[in-house]
Structure formats: C-alpha cells, structure tokens
C-alpha cells in the first residue's frame, strides 16, 4: 500500500523520509497552497465574510506535482505543523487536491489522514502515524479569521492612508500598534530632561585591607537615589563625615539562592538570541527552523512552557551522568507559563535528545549557537540553584549618615555549570561588629538621570508579549514588515526609531482610528481568536461585531479628513527644467522633486547630517563623505559630489586624527591601503579579501 506524506518544507520531507520505509512517499507542498487573491480583497463582506481562496502562481506547478504523487498512491497523510497556521496548510490540501469533492471519484477512494507531532524524531514519528485524527476545523478557522481580519484591516485602511498622506503607505492590525509603541518611546526620549543627582562612597581602611562603602540611611532612614541633588548639598555632607570615627555597625549574612531560567519559548529564545548575539528575531526564527525541520530541537513557535515526562527523565539522565548527581534536584522542576492565552498542551523549545550535545552534530556559526543555546537552557532548567554567600555591612559615623558595603561570592554553581549567566562577586575583608575603620578617602560622583532607552527587537517583542499582542509565530514577520515599510530604522546600537513617515502614520491613526492601534483592543482581538481555536466562538461573530463599527468609521473619515500636504517648497533650482525644487515626502523620507511634475521628473536625495561624519572624501579630495539612502530607505555613506565621484560604503568610515593637525580624516589600512571601516563593533578593512584590523591601519598624514 502506497503512502503520501505531505509536510511543508522540503528540508522537514527530507528528515522524515529517514524514519519511513519504502512504502511511504514524503513530500512538501512548501508551505500554503491556496491563499487570498493578492490583486482584490478577496473577503465577500455582504455574505458572513465568505473568503474566495485562490492558487497562487507560484504554487500551480507544485500543485500539479502533488496530484500527480496522489494519484499514485492509495493514502494521503497530512503531517504539517501542529499550529493553526499547519494546520490551516492542511486543509487547504484537502481542498486543492479535491479530497473532500464528492464529484471526484478517485480521489473519494483515498484514505486521508491527519498527523501532528511536537518533535521531527523516528518514535514521534511512529507514534503519530499509530494516532491519526481529523482536520482540527476550529484552528483552521482560528486562522482563517486572523487572515481575513488583517486582510480587511490591510486592504481597506492602506488606500485612505494612500489618498489623505501619500501613496505607498499601509496598515496593519498588528503592525501599526508595533509602530506605535515605538513613536510613544521616542516621545517620551524627546520630552525627558535629566536631573542631576550626586552619591557619595567612602574607602574605608581595616587594617590591612581596604572596602567601599556607599552613602545609604540618614538618621536610620534609607536615602533615595534622588536624596543628593546637587554638588552643595554634596559637599555639606563630606563636611560633616570627616569628623569622628566610623565603625562596623552591623554584619548580615545569609545564602541567596540564584534558580535557572524556565527553558525556551518562542518570545524568550527571540530575546535571548537578540540579546547574547543580536541576531534579529526573523533570523532566529530561521536558524530554529531549519533545526526543528532536522530533527535537532522540538517545535519552535510556542508559548507553553511545558516539558513532557519523558524529555524531563532524559534531561536528569544525562546531568547526572555527566556532571554528577549533586547538581540534580530530588524532584523534577515544573514551569508554567504566565501568558494568557498559552497552549500549555504544547512542549517548549528543547533539545529531541539531550545526549546529542552541540559539539556532537554537523552544525556551525550561527546553528551551532543557537542550538547550543536551547541545549543549555533546557539541562539548565532541571538543574540545582547557584548559591551566592552574601554578606552586607553598615558602617556607622558620628552624624546622621551611615553607609552600606555589599559583598557576594560563589559557593555553588548549581546551573552556571552549563548555562553561564553574567554575575560580580566581590570580595569583602573580615570584619566583625564594632571594628573601628580609617577613613581613607570620601568620593562625591554626579550623576544625570538618563532618558528610558529605545526599543531593541528584543525588548520590543517583550513588549508585545507583555500586552498579549501578536501570537509566537507573528512577533518575527511584525518587527521585519515595519522595518521593510520604513516605518521603523535601526540605528547604529541596533535600537528602533521611527521614521518621519513613523510619526505622520501613527498620529493620524492615533487620530482618527484610535481601536486599530489600541494596545487593549488588540489583544482582546487575539483572545477573541484563541477562543475561536478553542471551538467557543464562531469566527464571523468575531468579524461582524470589528467590521461594522471600523467599515462605518472608515466611511465618516473618507469624507471629513483633509489630504496632509507632504511639500514644502525650496529655493533650489531643477538642473533639468529650471523650475523650483521642492521637498516631497516618500515612503523612504524626504526628497527634492521639481515642480513641474509630471511634465518634469526629475528627483533628488536629502543627504541626512545625523550621521555625517564631516571629513573629505578619501577617493577624490575634493568632495565631503555624508550619509545618503537608496530608493528603499537603506543608509550609506558616499561622496557629495557623486556622480562625479562615485565613492560609496555601506559600513561608517573609520575617523582619526591628521597627524600633527586637529583636522580629521578617513583611516587606511596598513597592508593594502583600502579604507578602514566600523562594522559590528570593530575597525576592520573594507576590503574583504584583506583581513587586517584596527591595529594595522596606517597614520594619516597631513
């Protein structure tokens, strides 16, 4: 009997052919097989938001492929992900392979079988097989709403943004309150002004060692950060602490227990991945992928933090053989997640087998770490607690201030065996009530209040996670789309800002559609969709009671607001036509276009002056190295007098001082004269096949 396993990837069809015999035929459809049509909306909004599935170009010839594999074969096994999104794939088949079509004779013959499986292994696989079930219709229609819901949200509010700002604009349900988020936090940086506030610590001598201490209580009441305002008041204080004694007040010491991390899910591997290795979380997303498809880790989009019996027993197995039994715990640990919406009966992302370490597998850069990561957090979480000694001394003086010295040292391991996670220890002298101390020297340190920091991609997605907006599987796409739209830019410390076109988006749906970018909206939305997975509500409940409200709203706002003017005019002339320039904003930023458009069309780059780096250019001399963009949005440095210099460099120019001048200059390198850049952290030659770095470079003369 001939089996036709479908999945999606072909990478995934690869692995699971290895646990299969030679009955089975496993292919991928890679990925969706039908989908709305891309030219109209697709969605029949008068008739309960029927949508009208199309098959895409691209997916014809695979179609054929499959069908043609079905014919030969006397079953048809469903074995995409067990997600909506996998499972929404299946259903799909079903229907463009006509499986479910009565007037379709033969394929009414097959057998048609769903299976799911956490894990790529051969005993996941076997068991899946031995327990087939149906097309689960409820995620399928989980799905089918998200898709139609940001279909509408797409496709009905990016054409008013076209018409009142400017063409080439788009909304979207998630993205636009991503966008949001981020426009609220550069608000808040623009609108903070520091304040000054001053500590003072004290170096204090017990014969023959000597200890910091910092200024903590006033008349045994514990001073805020904030307390010391201003350099006076500091300066009073070290006044009145240099007469007298100061003495051991008080010693406490206990253990403090540090426990490991729950292991991995979707939003906590994309953070750490960002944070250790600042990987984006769409790169995260693909290197877990290609893992999960290879059979090395278990499913990678989860918010459950859930661990089956049998990856618990093998984790204790292996900690216990290879780093001995005292870092186990009596008991196995347990965790659960705090998101709302959770699929607890989902596994978090773990190794398949904890024995197949990362130095044991063909993986390397950017795979190997990533796996290495999942492996470590994984045996971490079952692991015994590290346990620090700390010891914390008050330091009385003869006036109303005391002050408070902290010291902690490792006793214990525990998990930091196999997950190292960043700690200080520091090391106080032995001391016991009542010593006396020498004051050996009083330091005032001023300090300023800084503004809050801008998002990274990590703390954005906490962000969102935290506000239950957005789902494991569309926190990745949802930072790419913004960033792809402009409406977000990294800068040089790879943190999110916003662009202008950000900001004019934002406001004017803040504005005037204030449901589509309200963070509580939004994540009543995603409940309103779990409780769709969960067979609780119908699907076309949930689009009726959002669509009439937004379809009125969006009708009112078509006729009342006005088109922005997104021009302002210049004095600069067009070398082409001899009419005025003028300043047009794009989907990319600001841009001279002449005036006579669209007789005219002539167009010109803004070059930016935030990153300019002010010397000349080290091609020609004459002209002056800016920062200018590409037609999509991208930055770069090159010569002001392009075209006729055409010196250009995707990475910063590396600056140095002219020797014997205050002036500066463009540093070169020392082995091939090529010019040094600055590139994820270090300064490096911008010829590739040259590998010398900062150390090489050569001094600039005058």
Same mark, same amino acid.
Do not use: C
């Given at each position: 009997m001939s089996k036709l396993v479908i999945v999606e990837s072909p990478t995934k069809a690869k692995t699971i052919s290895k646990f299969l015999g030679s009955g089975f035929n496993v292919t991928s459809s890679y990925g969706h097989i039908r989908d709305l049509p891309k030219g109209d909306l697709g969605i029949d909004t008068e008739n309960n938001f029927e949508p009208r599935y199309v098959i895409p170009t691209k997916a014809r010839k695979k179609l054929g492929e499959l069908k043609k594999a079905m014919e030969k074969s006397d079953e048809v096994i469903l074995a995409t992900d067990e997600d909506r999104e996998g499972e929404a794939i299946a259903w799909h088949l079903v229907h463009a392979l006509g499986l479910n079509d009565p007037k379709n004779k033969k394929a009414q013959e097959k057998i048609v079988e769903r299976i799911v499986f956490h894990?790529?292994?051969?005993?996941?696989?076997?068991?899946?097989?031995?327990?087939?079930?149906?097309?689960?219709?409820?995620?399928?229609?989980?799905?089918?709403?998200?898709?139609?819901?940001?279909?509408?949200?797409?496709?009905? =509010?990016?054409?008013f943004l076209w018409k009142k700002v400017m063409r080439g604009l788009s909304a979207g349900r998630v993205q636009s309150v991503a966008v949001r988020l981020i426009v609220e936090k550069e608000r808040e940086i623009q609108a903070f002004k520091p304040e000054e506030y001053w500590?003072?610590?004290?170096?204090?001598?017990?014969?023959?060692?000597?200890?910091?201490?910092?200024?903590?209580?006033?008349?045994?009441?514990?001073?805020?950060?904030?307390?010391?305002?201003?350099?006076?008041?500091?300066?009073?204080?070290?006044?009145?602490?240099?007469?007298?004694?100061?003495?051991? @007040?008080?010693?406490?010491?206990?253990?403090?227990?540090?426990?490991?991390?729950?292991?991995?899910?979707?939003?906590?591997?994309?953070?750490?991945?960002?944070?250790?290795?600042?990987?984006?979380?769409?790169?995260?997303?693909? =290197?877990?992928?290609?893992l999960y498809e290879r059979g090395f880790i278990t499913y990678h989009r989860t918010d459950s933090l859930s661990l089956s019996s049998g990856a618990i027993e093998a984790g204790r197995n292996y900690i216990e053989k290879e780093l001995g039994k005292k870092y186990l715990p009596d008991?196995?640990?347990?965790?659960?997640?705090?998101?709302?919406?959770?699929? @607890?009966?989902?596994?978090?992302?773990?190794?398949?087998?904890?024995a197949k370490t990362p130095d044991s597998l063909k993986l390397e850069?950017?795979?190997?770490?990533?796996?290495?990561?999942?492996?470590?957090? +994984?045996?971490?979480?079952?692991?015994?607690?590290?346990?620090?000694?700390?010891?914390?001394?008050?330091?009385?003086?003869?006036?109303?201030?005391?002050?408070?010295?902290?010291?902690?040292i490792m006793r214990f391991d525990g998990f930091l065996k196999i997950y190292p996670v960043k700690f200080q220890e520091a090391e106080l002298p032995e001391l016991k009530k009542g010593d006396l101390l020498n004051l050996q020297k009083l330091t005032p340190n001023q300090h300023f209040t800084k503004p809050p920091a801008r998002y990274t991609e990590a703390s954005l997605i906490k962000e969102l996670e935290k506000n239950g907006i957005g789902r494991p599987s569309t926190y990745a796409p949802t930072i790419s789309t913004i960033q792809d739209r402009n409406y977000v830019q990294k800068n040089e410390q790879k943190r999110l800002a916003?662009?202008?076109?950000? +900001?004019?988006?934002?406001?004017?749906?803040? @504005?005037?559609?204030?449901?589509?970018?309200?963070?509580?909206?939004?994540?009543?939305?995603?409940?309103?969709?779990? @409780?769709?997975?969960?067979?609780k509500v119908k699907w076309q409940e949930v689009m009726t009671k959002f669509y009439g409200p937004f379809e009125k709203n969006l009708e009112e706002k078509y006729e009342k607001v006005e088109k922005k003017d997104m021009t302002e005019e210049t004095e600069k002339i067009c070398p082409k036509c001899g009419k005025k320039l003028i300043k047009r904003m794009g989907r990319f930023g600001w841009f001279y276009a002449c005036s006579g458009f669209p007789e005219c069309k002539h167009t010109e780059n803004i070059e930016s002056k935030e990153n300019d780096i002010d010397v000349r250019c080290p091609k020609c001399v004459e002209g002056k190295v800016v920062t200018k963009k590409t037609r999509r949005g991208k930055m770069f440095w090159g010569c002001n007098r392009y075209p006729d210099c055409d010196f250009a460099t995707w990475d910063k120019p590396h600056v140095e001082e002219v020797k014997g001048t205050t002036k500066k200059a463009v540093s070169k390198c020392s082995k091939c004269d090529s010019i040094l850049v600055e590139k994820k952290g270090a300064v490096v030659c911008s010829n590739k096949e040259c590998k010398h770095k900062a150390t090489d470079k050569t001094p600039v003369d005058k």
């Open positions: 894990e790529i292994t051969k005993n996941a696989i076997e068991d899946a097989l031995k327990n087939p079930r149906d097309i689960n219709i409820d995620l399928v229609n989980a799905q089918q709403a998200r898709r139609i819901l940001d279909r509408l949200v797409g496709y009905k =509010l990016s054409p500590s003072i610590q004290a170096e204090l001598e017990k014969t023959p060692n000597s200890f910091v201490a910092d200024l903590f209580a006033k008349n045994g009441k514990t001073l805020d950060k904030m307390a010391v305002k201003n350099k006076k008041e500091a300066e009073d204080i070290l006044s009145t602490l240099k007469k007298g004694e100061w003495k051991i @007040e008080e010693i406490k010491q206990r253990d403090v227990k540090k426990n490991p991390s729950p292991p991995f899910t979707t939003s906590t591997l994309q953070q750490t991945a960002g944070n250790k290795f600042g990987y984006p979380a769409k790169r995260t997303m693909m =290197l877990a992928q290609n008991s196995p640990r347990f965790y659960k997640t705090r998101s709302k919406g959770a699929q @607890e009966a989902h596994e978090a992302i773990r190794p398949t087998d904890p850069g950017p795979q190997k770490k990533l796996y290495e990561l999942i492996w470590q957090r +994984f045996l971490a979480s079952q692991m015994l607690p590290a346990i620090f000694a700390a010891t914390t001394v008050d330091v009385a003086t003869e006036t109303e201030y005391s002050f408070r010295a902290t010291g902690q916003p662009t202008e076109v950000g +900001f004019i988006v934002t406001d004017l749906l803040m @504005e005037h559609f204030p449901t589509i970018v309200d963070t509580k909206f939004t994540a009543k939305m995603e409940q309103d969709l779990d @409780e769709v997975a969960e067979g």
